[in-house]
């Protein structure tokens, strides 16, 4: 099958990419990319060298030692996928934005990421338009097409207008994403102990005087997209492996899905964070062979 994910130009998170692609990929799948102009995307720099996430990053003499940073960047999966993926040619020539056409595609994925240059591709009109014309096409058989989302990518997903309803894709469905927990874990974590120079590296998005903390996270924005606060849909108390699954300390890994959370609606698949990646494109596979 050919999946499209596409991707902003720069600041994209390696292992949500990489990962997924990887997946995808060993699995048999035709995987292309787009980007806004059509030049090849980069990943946030920082995500995978840990540089600057020290206390003493903003030194340039000292921006290479690293010790928190060694700990916050992508993990040596998500690092070894992206050194893979720079080689992959569908990465290495994506499509624009304005060429995608749902018809071409058998499935979408949609990565996330934090950092700044995420918001070209979160704002960008024509691929919001892109995904809500995926969310209501219909294969051959006349069944909705696979879509996976996760971390910033589900926020994509939730400022994607249907033009037959006028509300969000997400609108009635349930979801997951980044939650308020995890982004403002980070948020703390840079701003007081790590980061503290820019403590704001982990939220894309910042409250104005006068609104609530939190107002602008992805959980919040996503939730003002669906049909009711319920919809969105966070681990359960009573889960298996809650802690592992909610400390954001711990990450899947292949073999290993304890930390991980998925959350399936029909044809729509979403998760968390890069800590849910392997679970989440290994889901988004099993999805699409059932369409065979």
């Not at 994925?109 to 070209?120: D, E, F, I, N, S």
């Not at 294969?139 to 909705?144: I, K, Q």
């Amino acid at each position: 099958m050919k999946i499209i994910i596409p991707i902003p130009k720069r600041d994209f998170d390696p292992t949500e990419v990489a990962v997924s692609w990887k997946i995808l990929h060993d699995a048999g799948h035709d995987v292309a990319f787009a980007t806004p102009d059509g030049k090849r995307g980069r990943a946030d720099p920082i995500m995978i060298s840990g540089a600057g996430l020290d206390p003493w990053g903003w030194i340039p003499l000292l921006r290479q030692v690293r010790m928190v940073g060694l700990l916050l960047r992508a993990d040596r999966f998500g690092r070894d996928a992206y050194r893979q993926l720079e080689q992959d040619q569908g990465f290495l020539q994506p499509l624009r934005y304005d060429q995608l056409q749902a018809q071409d595609y058998d499935g979408l994925l949609l990565p996330g990421g934090h950092a700044q240059g995420m918001k070209q591709y979160l704002e960008d009109r024509t691929l919001q338009g892109f995904v809500a014309e995926f969310f209501t096409a219909r294969d051959a058989s006349g069944r909705p097409k696979p879509v996976a989302a996760i971390c910033h990518g589900v926020l994509l997903a939730a400022r994607s207008i249907s033009t037959s309803s006028g509300k969000s894709v997400l609108y009635g469905r349930k979801t997951t994403a980044l939650t308020w927990k995890l982004e403002r874990s980070a948020w703390q974590l840079a701003k007081y102990f790590a980061r503290f120079w820019d403590p704001a590296y982990y939220r894309t998005y910042h409250e104005s005087k006068g609104e609530a903390a939190g107002y602008w996270s992805v959980e919040a924005e996503v939730k003002r997209a669906l049909a009711s606060d319920s919809d969105f849909l966070d681990v359960p108390r009573s889960a298996d492996h809650h802690f592992l699954k909610t400390s954001g300390l711990v990450r899947d890994r292949p073999g290993d899905a304890r930390a991980a959370w998925v959350v399936r609606d029909g044809n729509y698949l979403s998760a968390r964070w890069p800590g849910d990646v392997h679970s989440f494109a290994k889901a988004f596979v099993r999805l699409l062979a059932a369409r065979d």
